[in-house]
């Protein structure tokens, strides 16, 4: 069955500090992946997409990494404010060969920043 | 301002009473889906269109309705609310391509009693 795991559930971090968060999937064929950062009672909003050949993609203090061969995929933040408080989803898409998509999605890391 | 925008953004109907979610995109997007969100579940996608007139399941269709007439509009049509669609719905639109962004509305949370 295709899955998307993400761990922690939840976390909880002190302002200023560092944090990862990881994605393990059994999606399969892999087209791409993404972060998404989602506040309370909004939509979804993209951080980063990537495909099956990148490794490494910044945007600002979030850097996801990807290894399709292990199947993980990583969210860090860097330097933590007070509005990164949200939850990330991460999310994998497949295409199959009649070119039907298909997005898998996570339930999220719910990540919380104290001052 | 490029955005995707729902209404109603609450609703509490009861069980049995037809109603309509519509969904606007701005940005000439051919491909609109729509989504609930559950505690514990996450995002599961309920229908997708991929141009106007094109419209396909997803994960939880059962219940549910759409209609792509126009580019810009996909509403999301319960026939016979029931409570377990007690539920957040997103709408959400993109180009063509699923390399790129997909941009979220900012959701309707839906009572059935």
């Known amino acids: 069955k295709n899955q998307v795991e993400q761990s922690p559930q939840s976390l909880i971090i002190l302002e200023g500090k560092n944090c990862t968060l990881q994605?393990?999937?059994?999606?399969?064929?892999?087209?791409?992946l993404r972060w998404y950062k989602q506040d309370t009672g909004r939509g979804p909003v993209s951080l980063t997409i990537m495909t099956f050949s990148e490794n490494t993609k910044s945007n600002g203090r979030y850097t996801a990494t990807l290894d399709a061969d292990t199947k993980q995929s990583s969210l860090h933040i860097t330097a933590s404010q007070l509005s990164d408080s949200a939850s990330y989803i991460c999310?994998?898409?497949?295409?199959?060969?009649?070119?039907?998509?298909?997005?898998?999605f996570g339930t999220g890391t719910r990540l919380t920043i104290i001052p | 301002e490029a955005q995707v925008t729902q209404n109603p953004r609450y609703l509490i109907t009861v069980t049995g009473k037809k109603l309509t979610v519509t969904c606007s995109q701005n940005m000439n997007h051919e491909y609109m889906s729509w989504y609930r969100q559950d505690p514990g579940l996450g995002l599961r996608q309920i229908y997708y269109?991929?141009?106007?007139?094109?419209?396909d399941k997803g994960d939880v269709p059962e219940g549910y309705k759409v209609s792509r007439k126009e580019k810009r509009n996909f509403p999301l049509i319960l026939e016979s609310p029931s409570p377990n669609q007690t539920s957040l719905y997103f709408c959400?639109?993109?180009?063509?391509?699923?390399?790129?962004?997909?941009?979220f509305g900012p959701g309707t949370r839906l009572t059935v009693l």
């Open positions: 959400a639109s993109r180009t063509r391509s699923s390399y790129n962004e997909q941009f």
């Open positions: 269109s991929m141009n106007v007139e094109v419209t």
């Open positions: 994605c393990n999937y059994t999606v399969s064929p892999f087209s791409n």
């Open positions: 999310v994998v898409i497949t295409i199959s060969n009649f070119g039907n998509e298909k997005l898998t």
